[in-house]
């Protein structure tokens, strides 16, 4: 095993450059991927190294980038296309859910639509509005669609390679806030697959279940919970929000007993509410305590100045560990 020191988009950059090499069939198009290398860098340099045809710097035009990319798949390509934030892909939301999850299931199985679709999300950087949201449980609800979000930049590097070999259209958040974040990446020994979730920290007292960008954070509160208060939480990095590895957390949770999932996205008819509900349904006799959620408001993401008080983090996390665990 040789594994190299990378940031998130680094490694997403290196997936991205392994599968042009590797098929001539996939692509790579969105607003500023090619000249500039994408806003976050992350396609620094592919338009140099494989020319203006397979690395194309669109139209600001997200409906007519997903429009063009379902006909890519259609004539045998394999398009990645680049939303540059997560608050722009709603003018081509109605291409996604009424198009792209659906040929598939309207042609009988016939048609394959190999599309992924890149959307970094979510907030901590700054920025101004349609910059920093989290959309995640708007395509998860819509079946057809395969939803992924990469904690590290070792799942990152592999499961941009899965999204791009998958024949399912993928819908893959990348958590901005972690972009240059460092982490051990081996491109030669593959990790479990994208659907499987994983449990990243032992524990006995209680599970925390998140993806994306916090799944940091919840590895901070239970480091923290340990060193304070000696209490052995088990962390579990869901990686895929659609499908959702019921299995692997459900393990977890007969084995600690309490739940606590957490997002970045309003708690309000979020990715939670489907967790706890399931877990509360499969989990019942297990369960000493009320799954609890951690997350954003119900309210449109802040200005910058004041994502602080919107964005979930480690006292959040805590505080609803310690209500869960003085039931």
Partial sequence: MTATLMTLVTALNTALRDVLAQDPKTLVMGEDVG?????????????????????VDTPLAESGIVGTAIGLALRGYRPVV??????????????????????????????????????????????????????????????????????????AYWMLREAVACD???????????????????????????????????????????????VRTCLDAAAVAAEEEGRQLEVVDLRSISP??????????????????AHEAPVFFGAGAEIAAHVTEHCFYHLQAPVLRVGGYHTPYPPSRLEEEYLPGIDRVLDAVDRVLAY
């Fill in 35 to 55: 000249r500039l290398g994408g806003v976050f860098r992350v396609t620094d340099g592919l338009q140099k190294d494989f020319g203006e045809s397979r690395v």
């Fill in 82 to 155: 680049e939303i540059q934030f997560d608050g722009f892909v709603f003018p081509g939301y109605d291409q996604i859910v009424t198009q792209l999850a659906k040929m598939h299931a309207r042609s009988l199985g016939k048609v394959r639509l190999p599309v992924v679709i890149r959307i970094p999300y979510g907030g901590g950087i700054g920025a101004v509005e349609h910059h920093s949201e989290s959309p995640e449980a708007l395509f998860a609800h819509v079946a057809g669609l395969r939803v992924m979000s990469p904690a590290t930049p070792r799942d």
């Fill in 168 to 214: 399912d259209p993928v819908i893959f958040f990348e958590p901005k806030r972690r972009y240059y974040e460092k982490g051990e990446v081996d491109t030669t020994t593959p990790v479990a697959p994208a659907h499987r979730a994983q449990v990243v920290r032992s524990g006995t007292d209680l599970t925390l279940a998140a993806y994306g960008p916090m």
């Fill in 244 to 261: 959702l590895d019921f299995d692997t957390l459900q393990d977890s949770v007969r084995r600690t007993g309490r739940l606590v999932v």
